[in-house]
C-alpha cells in the first residue's frame, strides 16, 4: 500500500530525480555493453523468434516482416545486414551433430544479451546477485532470459496477425466506408502497437532483474517506456534517414547503424526501468531482492526509509495513531504533563509547579 496517491502535480519532481538516478548509473556504458552483446546474439535471438512465428505463418513471411520492421526503424542497410546474418546462420547447420551443437551455442547465444540486461537493470534496482548463488542463479538467469525471447516471438506472432487484419480492414475502409474512419484506424493501429510495446517491456521489467516488485508498478513503468520509445523510434528514424552516421564506415555500416540503435533504445529502456524504481521507492510500493540476490552495499537505507514511511502510515491509517518516532516522543511527553496536573507543555511549566510544592 503507498503513502500517497500519484497526482500529475507530481511528474516533474519524478521525472527531475529520475534523471538524476538515470545519470549517476551510468547509462551510456550500460546501452554500450549491451548493444555489443546484442550483435553476437542477434541472429540466434532472430532465428528463435522467426522459428516461433514462423511455425504459424511460414519462415519467409515472418522473415520479410522482420526486415520491413527493421528497415523502417533503422534503415534499407541495416535490414539487408540483418538478412545477411540470418542467411548465414541457418547455412551452418549441415549434420545432426552440427545441428544439436548449433542449437545449444543457439540458446546460449541468444540469451546473452539479455542476461547483460539483467545485469544493466540489477544496477537501476541497486540489488546484485549473492556470493553463494551459485549454478543454480545462472541457470535461473538463462532460463528467464529465454522466458522473453519467448515473449518476443509470442508478440511478434500477434503483430503479424494483427498487421494481416488492419491491411485487410484498410483496404475495406478505403472501398466501401467513408475516408474518415481511416483516422479511427490509425488511432487503433497506434494503440494496437503501444500496447505490444508495453506489454514487452512490462515482461522485461517483471522478468529480468532480481527484485520482486508488484504488477502495478510493472504497468506504470511500462507505459511511460513505451510512450518514450514511440518518441525515440520516430526521432532516431529522423536521425538516420538524414544523418546517415553509418555512411563513412562502408561495409561495416548496417552493424554500426544496429550498434546505434540498441545503445540509444537502451538508454531509453533504462530512463524508463529509473522512472518504474524511483515511482515504487516515492509511493511505497513493494520492492524486494529476489531469494539469490541482494541490496548492494550502501544502498539498504535508501530502501528502508521508504518501508519505515510506508509502514508508519498503514499503522495510522489502521489505528489512527502515530508510530513514527516524533509521534512517540510527543505521546511521552503528554504523558509527563498529566501527571503534573497540567495539558501544556514546556520545561517553565514544570519548574513552577515545582516551586509551588511545600517544604516538609
Not at 100 to 107: F, K, M, P, Y
Not at 305 to 332: E, F, I, L, N, W
Request: hydrophobic content about 45%; glycine content about 8%.
Amino acid at each position: 500500500m503507498a503513502t500517497e496517491s500519484f497526482k500529475w502535480k507530481h511528474l516533474p519532481s519524478l521525472l527531475k530525480e529520475t534523471y538524476k538516478e538515470w545519470n549517476a548509473d551510468d547509462p551510456w556504458r550500460q546501452s554500450a555493453v549491451v548493444a555489443y552483446y546484442a550483435i553476437f546474439s542477434l541472429p540466434a535471438l532472430l532465428i528463435i523468434v522467426i522459428t516461433i512465428a514462423g511455425s504459424f505463418f511460414g519462415q519467409e513471411a515472418v522473415q520479410g516482416e522482420l526486415s520491413t520492421q527493421i528497415g523502417d526503424m533503422i534503415g534499407a542497410d541495416a535490414a539487408k545486414g540483418v538478412e545477411t546474418m540470418i542467411s548465414n546462420a541457418y547455412q551452418q547447420q549441415s549434420s545432426i551433430w552440427a545441428t544439436i551443437i548449433g542449437v545449444a551455442v543457439l540458446l546460449f547465444g541468444a540469451t546473452g544479451v539479455f542476461y547483460q540486461l539483467q545485469q544493466s537493470l540489477n544496477i537501476v534496482w541497486d540489488v546484485e546477485a549473492k556470493e553463494d548463488a551459485g549454478i543454480k542463479k545462472l541457470v535461473k538467469d538463462r532460463v528467464s532470459s529465454f522466458g522473453v525471447i519467448l515473449v518476443i516471438g509470442f508478440l511478434l506472432l500477434i503483430s503479424l496477425l494483427l498487421t494481416t487484419f488492419l491491411s485487410v480492414l484498410s483496404e475495406f475502409i478505403q472501398e466501401h466506408l467513408p475516408s474518415y474512419l481511416l483516422y479511427v484506424f490509425f488511432a487503433v493501429n497506434f494503440l494496437v502497437s503501444f500496447g505490444i510495446i508495453t506489454l514487452l517491456f512490462a515482461m522485461m521489467y517483471k522478468i529480468l532483474p532480481d527484485v520482486e516488485i508488484g504488477w502495478k508498478t510493472v504497468w506504470t513503468g511500462a507505459a511511460v517506456t513505451a510512450v518514450l520509445f514511440i518518441i525515440g523510434k520516430f526521432a532516431l528514424g529522423l536521425y538516420f534517414g538524414n544523418a546517415e552516421p553509418a555512411s563513412a564506415y562502408g561495409a561495416a555500416g548496417s552493424v554500426i547503424l544496429i550498434l546505434l540503435w540498441v545503445s540509444y533504445s537502451c538508454l531509453i529502456l533504462f530512463f524508463g526501468a529509473e522512472f518504474t524504481q524511483v515511482y515504487a521507492r516515492r509511493y511505497g510500493h513493494e520492492m524486494t531482492p529476489s531469494a539469490h540476490a541482494r541490496r548492494v552495499g550502501g544502498k539498504e537505507e535508501k530502501y528502508k526509509s521508504t518501508a519505515k514511511k510506508d509502514s508508519s502510515a498503514k499503522h495510522k491509517a489502521a489505528t489512527g495513531k502515530d508510530r513514527s518516532p516524533a509521534g512517540a516522543r510527543d505521546k511521552t511527553g503528554e504523558r509527563h504533563q498529566h501527571q503534573n496536573g497540567t495539558t501544556k507543555a514546556g520545561p517553565e511549566i514544570i519548574r513552577v509547579q515545582r516551586r509551588a510544592r511545600p517544604d516538609h
